[in-house]
T-cell receptor, first 109, second 113 residues
Framework: QKEVEQNSGPLSVPEGAIASLNCTYSDRGSQSFFWYRQYSGKSPELIMSIYSNGDKEDGRFTAQLNKASQYVSLLIRDSQPSDSATYLCAFRGGTALIFGKGTTLSVSS | DVKVTQSSRYLVKRTGEKVFLECVQD?????MFWYRQDPGLGLRLIYFSYDVKMKEKGDIPEGYSVSREKKERFSLILESASTNQTSMYLC????????????FGEGSRLTVL
C-alpha cells in the first residue's frame, strides 16, 4: 500500500517565523514529489514540486527531499497570516498522485 | 493557464437518485482523475482515465462509475446515491508524461439526504 504520512497539526506559528512541514512516503521508487496548499472550502493548488535530493527554493518556500530517508519537507520563511491553510504532501504513485491527509498551518498576527 | 471546470459547485440529492458530476479541462491533457475528500481521510482516488474511453479504478471505486467519451470531459456517476457519498468531489487533470502534477477543478460539494 502506497502511503504518505503527515502530522495533521494544527501547527501554529507567529507571523514572521519559519513554518516547517514534514512528510514521509512509502514508495522508494517514486521520483516526483509535490506540495499543495488548500484554503478552507477551496481546491488544492500546487505550490512546489521537487524531483531530486536536496533543496529547491521558490520565494519564501523551500522544499527539501531526502530519498534515502523517504522524507520531504516544506519550509515557509517569514510566515504570513495568508499562509494559514492546509498543506498536502503528495508523491507520484503510477499515473495518479498519492496524497497525505494534510497539515493545518495557522499563522497568528 | 490550465482550466479545469466542474459543472456544479454544490448539489443536494436524495438517497437512491442517480447523480452526474461533470468535469471539463481545456489543456488537452490525456489524464483525468476523480478524487473525493473527507475530513480526516484526505484525498482518495476514485477513478482515473488516461485516454478517451479508457478508465482505471482507484482506491475507492465502489458505488461509482465514470465516462470519458471526449478527451476534455470526464464524468463521475453515482448510480444510486447514498448518504455515505456525501463529500467534496475533486476533478483533476495532468499530462501523461512529465512529473505528473495535477491541476484541480474548484470541487463539487455533494450532500445526499
Amino acid at each position: 500500500q502506497k502511503e504518505v504520512e503527515q502530522n495533521s497539526g494544527p501547527l501554529s506559528v507567529p507571523e514572521g517565523a519559519i513554518a516547517s512541514l514534514n512528510c514521509t512516503y512509502s514508495d522508494r521508487g517514486s521520483q516526483s514529489f509535490f506540495w499543495y496548499r488548500q484554503y478552507s472550502g477551496k481546491s488544492p493548488e500546487l505550490i512546489m514540486s521537487i524531483y531530486s535530493n536536496g533543496d529547491k527554493e521558490d520565494g519564501r518556500f523551500t522544499a527539501q527531499l531526502n530519498k534515502a530517508s523517504q522524507y520531504v519537507s516544506l519550509l515557509i520563511r517569514d510566515s504570513q497570516p495568508s499562509d494559514s491553510a492546509t498543506y498536502l504532501c503528495a508523491f507520484r504513485g503510477g499515473t495518479a498522485l498519492i496524497f497525505g491527509k494534510g497539515t493545518t498551518l495557522s499563522v497568528s498576527s | 493557464d490550465v482550466k479545469v471546470t466542474q459543472s456544479s459547485r454544490y448539489l443536494v440529492k436524495r438517497t437512491g437518485e442517480k447523480v452526474f458530476l461533470e468535469c471539463v479541462q481545456d489543456m488537452d491533457h490525456e489524464n483525468m482523475f476523480w478524487y473525493r475528500q473527507d475530513p480526516g481521510l484526505g484525498l482518495r482516488l476514485i477513478y482515473f482515465s488516461y485516454d478517451v474511453k479508457m478508465k482505471e479504478k482507484g482506491d475507492i471505486p465502489e458505488g461509482y462509475s465514470v465516462s470519458r467519451e471526449k478527451k476534455e470531459r470526464f464524468s463521475l456517476i453515482l448510480e444510486s446515491a447514498s448518504t455515505n457519498q456525501t463529500s467534496m468531489y475533486l476533478c483533476a487533470s495532468s499530462l501523461p508524461r512529465g512529473p505528473g502534477e495535477l491541476f484541480f477543478g474548484e470541487g463539487s460539494r455533494l450532500t445526499v439526504l
